[in-house]
């Protein structure tokens, strides 16, 4: 590591004593295929390569800055059916071989998965659904949520269903679960129930919208934008991420 990087970051890191920090980040990991074609690689596809290792570096900082819960976008359900299928294909195997192999090595998380299931191919929702058993009863871990085939859009649809389904089965009328009906009935039947929204939600390569995710838990969270591309994102940025996201929220609180 460059010395004054290494500086650098110590100062971020002292800097952040003392400030609130984010129990919840979410991460939407964009930009991989740009960074492939910047870096002048044939195969823009290596971009995801390279963004499913750079997931498990981010990691490794978010445990050291004392993140207990991350949420990482890895495709979403438009991107599975609308996306060319020999990329879709690759991103899914990446999904296996680094993604999930990964967290079963790495103690230090307990896997969740999110996103329409159905959607992937056999042995993909085969290895997350294997990694999730895997982790299950590391109590003292991190959670850790793999958004795959996800739609914040459809996560409320199938949790309004839920809440349907379950009244259903119990003969209740439909006027009276309308009338009944709360946030928490809704949040009971997300993908991952149980988590804390998210605190921070970071997005890189630059773009300024939040494209379909966690629109139900993100409603109060602090949005970060950053014009880096997914591969090129580093410690040093999430570090400022956490910096900003301490002072709004003093500034909130003042």
Not at 28 to 42: H, I, P, T
Not at 164 to 178: F, I, K, T, Y
Not at 200 to 228: H, K, N, P, Y
Request: glycine share 6%; with cysteine; aromatic share 6%.
């Amino acid at each position: 590591m460059n010395p004054l990087y290494r500086l650098y970051t110590h100062k971020l890191r002292r800097q952040l004593a003392g400030l609130p920090q984010p129990q919840h980040v979410a991460i939407v990991m964009d930009g991989n295929r740009r960074w492939a074609r910047q870096a002048g690689l044939d195969d823009v596809r290596l971009g995801h390569r390279f963004g499913a290792h750079h997931l498990e570096q981010f990691l490794a900082w978010s445990a050291r800055a004392g993140v207990r819960c991350v949420t990482a976008w890895v495709a979403s359900a438009d991107n599975i059916k609308r996306r060319d299928p020999a990329e879709v294909d690759y991103l899914m195997q990446l999904a296996e071989t680094v993604l999930a192999k990964h967290v079963r090595r790495d103690h230090r998380w307990r896997l969740h998965v999110a996103g329409q299931l159905d959607l992937l191919p056999d042995s993909t929702a085969r290895a997350l659904k294997e990694a999730v058993e895997a982790t299950r009863d590391r109590h003292d871990a991190g959670d850790l949520t793999i958004a795959i085939g996800y739609s914040g859009r459809l996560e409320v649809v199938d949790a309004v269903r839920g809440v349907l389904d379950e009244a259903a089965a119990s003969g209740r009328e439909l006027s009276e679960v309308a009338a009944e009906l709360t946030e928490e009935d809704i949040s009971r039947h997300l993908y991952v129930p149980g988590l804390p929204d998210p605190d921070l939600v970071i997005r890189t390569s630059g773009e300024l919208r939040m494209s379909d995710f966690l629109l139900w838990q993100a409603t109060r969270s602090d949005i970060e934008f950053c014009d880096l591309n997914w591969p090129a994102f580093r410690e040093i940025d999430l570090l400022r991420a956490l910096r900003t996201y301490g002072q709004r929220v003093l500034e909130r609180s003042s």
